[in-house]
């Protein structure tokens, strides 16, 4: 099974991997055919560990993933080989508190392709449970369904805000998750989304989504930005996706009384949270981690054009090419947002 490997920190390999996978009765076998590179396997790959996750030994990377149904469980009637389908990448257990209330994304011992000691599914084959697996309509493309990943995270943050029809949203950070947090708060009823980066082909492209109105905060002062868009209100929503500490100290100065704040991006370091600005504005602050409940509806959305991903998907690379489509997200150039990777089949 010849599969991508993070062998150790800074060293991939494209080598045989064999990975023993049992079927069981509600289980699908499943031979990926597009997997999109995020940036946490990016960042496996050139720091060796995302907080307490560590890299101990080789680990197959990718998690964004579509791909084709070769082998069903003795119970699963709602798939068969040949489906179309995509998938959700994190396993909870379905005795755990989290899962029973509903809120799966938090259960502690979720297994999440990618994340050490799980492996990944840029592979030839994957075994994965029929109840997180998602079937495509003929329509959508697997590039579209492996996008179902990262837009999961926008819907749910969109969700969790509540966006009202009308809402002004900020979104602060135009990468990948910035770009469906904007597709998802347009579709969730936002008349009008501010985008702010320090890239303008970014920039330019998330122009083209929908009512956005780009900031390159190079040239130009966020805040300004918004009270004049808002006659000196404030945002309704602001959707933090930077993860970078010093533009998330500006949130509460963007976001309007009684408004609400995602915290979506995750920093890799602690940042100053000014409790006494939120605390004058009411602002409602709701944390974001991965997502649940969510991919029936993203994918309803993709098949129905409420939201189009495929501006999104800007750079492709033959499976053969794994490594280096890595080497190409690690020093991801300007204009390129989601990197994919196509696997043979």
């Given at each position: 099974m010849e599969a991508l490997v993070l062998e150790r920190k800074d060293k991939l390999s494209l080598r045989d991997f064999p990975v023993k996978e049992t079927l069981g009765p509600r289980d699908v076998r499943i031979a990926p055919r597009?997997?999109?590179?995020?940036?946490s396997d990016v960042h496996y790959y050139t720091h060796g560990a995302i907080g307490p996750f560590v890299v101990k030994e080789p680990m197959i990377l990718g998690h964004e993933a579509a791909g084709q149904v070769l082998e069903v469980g003795?119970?699963?009637?709602?798939?068969?080989?040949?489906?179309?389908?995509c998938m959700e990448p994190g396993i909870p257990d379905p005795r755990s508190r989290a899962t029973r209330l509903g809120k799966y994304n938090l259960d502690p011992a979720v297994r999440f392709w990618a994340t050490p000691p799980v492996h990944g599914v840029l592979r030839p084959t994957v075994v994965h449970p029929a109840d997180f697996t998602?079937?495509?309509?003929?329509?959508?493309?697997?590039?579209?369904?492996?996008?179902?990943?990262?837009l999961a995270v926008g819907v749910h943050a969109?969700?969790?805000?509540?966006?009202?029809?009308?809402?002004?949203?900020?979104?602060i950070g135009a990468g990948p998750i910035g770009m469906v947090t904007i597709l998802a708060a347009l579709a969730a009823g936002c008349s009008r989304v501010i985008v702010s980066d320090i890239h303008e082909p970014?920039?330019?492209?998330?122009?083209?989504?929908?009512?956005?109105?780009?900031?390159?905060?190079?040239?130009?002062?966020?805040?300004?930005?918004?009270?004049?868009?808002?006659?000196?209100?404030?945002a309704d929503v602001?959707?933090?996706?930077?993860?970078?500490?010093?533009?998330?100290?500006?949130?509460?100065?963007?976001?309007?009384?009684?408004?609400k704040v995602a915290l979506v991006g995750i920093p890799l370091e602690p940042f100053a949270f000014d409790v006494s600005k939120?605390?004058?504005?009411?602002?409602?602050?709701?944390n974001i981690f991965r997502y649940a409940h969510v991919y029936p509806r993203a994918v309803a959305m993709i098949a129905s054009g409420k939201i189009d991903v495929k501006p999104l998907i800007t750079d492709r690379f033959a499976f053969k090419d794994s490594v280096e489509a890595f080497d190409f997200a690690k020093a991801m150039p300007s204009a390129s947002v989601k990197v994919q990777i196509e696997l043979p089949g």
């Open positions: 597009t997997v999109g590179v995020c940036g003795s119970a699963v009637t709602e798939l068969k080989p040949g489906d179309r389908v998602f079937k495509l309509p003929d329509h959508v493309s697997y590039a579209e369904g492996a996008m179902v990943e990262p969109a969700t969790k805000v509540q966006v009202q029809p009308g809402d002004l949203a900020v979104v970014k920039l330019e492209l998330a122009k083209t989504l929908g009512a956005v109105l780009p900031v390159n905060v190079r040239s130009q002062r966020l805040a300004d930005v918004v009270s004049r868009e808002s006659d000196g209100w404030g602001v959707f933090e996706c930077s993860g970078y500490p010093p533009a998330m100290t500006e949130i509460f100065d963007l976001v309007c009384p009684g408004g939120a605390q004058v504005k009411e602002a409602r602050v709701e």
